[in-house]
């Protein structure tokens, strides 16, 4: 079967998170505001990264606070002007971030009074009236999650905020605060090269008619075919302290990229799109956010919308990728202590 590979988005191509209705693939934009993977980028080209991206069909741009902090999301405030009506913005708050300076205290701040202040905060610098999706970026064991949803629902019936979202939370803490503010979405990362979230995670968000939004879908660039064991990462770059990127750990999960690379030869397509078509294929509800810094990458991207496999095909790609021994950890594991964390009660 081969796919004709379409970069460009149309009415189509939407999908639903909760209720609210975005574009079937969306744009991750850590990397607008600086070296994530130790290349530096240029503010008006991430202002005209944004807007190409809109004029290729996506509509569903996620960002946070602590990009930068607040780099992210002033780009995306600029770039939309004018055209506010025809995006669906997501930001995040969670870390304990001074909402004015900018200035990083250290951990997580999830009180409900800071939510607030960070949420007025962000309207400004998104130069808008209100967020599509405000999530909470780690949980905050020192503040019941009772007490974030709370202050969500506040933010909803003021009318800042549409929709309410977690990130890299468990699956207790997603069914706790879903019970006092629905949630339209989790997002944590899920790819070919990390399938945790099919144990407890999708399940759950399936059974509560939540969305999910996998970030890192093509695990970091790893699934692309672009990195293999003698790959020098540069200064800056994350995947440089990754146990799951150490040359030892690459030589051995490059298995992994062959495989998705017989099946792009098969398909006509990249290994990106056909990473990215894997997790478009798990759910309906699943809508992945590929992040880059380059407008190429967008495009090419959109592409596996067009990647459609067979059940067979399907089949045989999962029992393929299932049989290689994955070898580290996706974070460090300081990252990693901050992530899927349960907040017990504290009332």
């Excluded at 990195?227 to 999960?253: H, L, S, W």
Aim: with cysteine; net charge neutral.
């Amino acid at each position: 079967m081969s796919a004709p590979l379409s970069s460009r988005l149309t009415s189509s191509d939407r999908r639903k998170l909760g209720k609210l209705e975005v574009s079937s693939i969306g744009l991750g934009c850590m990397q607008m505001a600086g070296p994530v993977y130790g290349t530096q980028v240029d503010r008006k080209d991430m202002i005209a990264l944004a807007r190409g991206a809109l004029d290729l069909g996506v509509t569903f741009f996620d960002t946070a606070e602590a990009y930068g902090p607040f780099t992210s999301e002033e780009i995306l405030g600029e770039a939309f002007q004018g055209v506010r009506d025809k995006v669906v913005i997501a930001t995040k708050f969670g870390f304990d971030i001074d909402p004015q300076t900018g200035q990083r205290r250290g951990g997580t701040n999830s009180r409900p009074d800071h939510i607030k202040q960070a949420a007025d905060a962000m309207l400004k610098r998104l130069r808008t009236d209100h967020i599509d999706l405000l999530y909470q970026h780690r949980v905050d064991l020192n503040v019941p999650i009772e007490d974030v949803a709370g202050a969500v629902r506040d933010l909803i019936k003021a009318g800042k905020v549409k929709h309410f979202g977690l990130s890299e939370a468990g699956v207790k803490t997603i069914r706790r605060a879903h019970s006092v503010q629905p949630l339209a979405a989790v997002q944590s990362e899920y790819s070919l090269f990390w399938r945790q979230p099919e144990v407890e995670l999708i399940p759950t968000l399936e059974e509560l008619g939540i969305g999910f939004v996998p970030f890192s879908p093509l695990g970091a660039g790893f699934l692309t075919g672009a990195i293999d064991q003698n790959t020098k990462f540069e200064p800056g770059d994350f995947r440089g302290q990754v146990p799951r990127f150490t040359p030892e750990a690459i030589k051995a999960n490059y298995a992994l990229v062959e495989v998705v690379k017989r099946v792009a030869e098969r398909e006509g397509a990249t290994p990106a799109q056909v990473a990215l078509a894997w997790v478009l294929a798990q759910k309906p509800w699943i809508v992945p956010i590929p992040g880059t810094s380059k407008l190429r990458h967008v495009e090419s991207n959109l592409g596996a919308t067009r990647v459609e496999f067979t059940a067979n095909e399907l089949r045989e790609l999962n029992a393929s990728a299932a049989a290689i021994q994955l070898e580290g950890d996706r974070l460090p594991k300081s990252a990693l202590d901050m992530t899927g964390v349960e907040a017990p009660p504290k009332r």
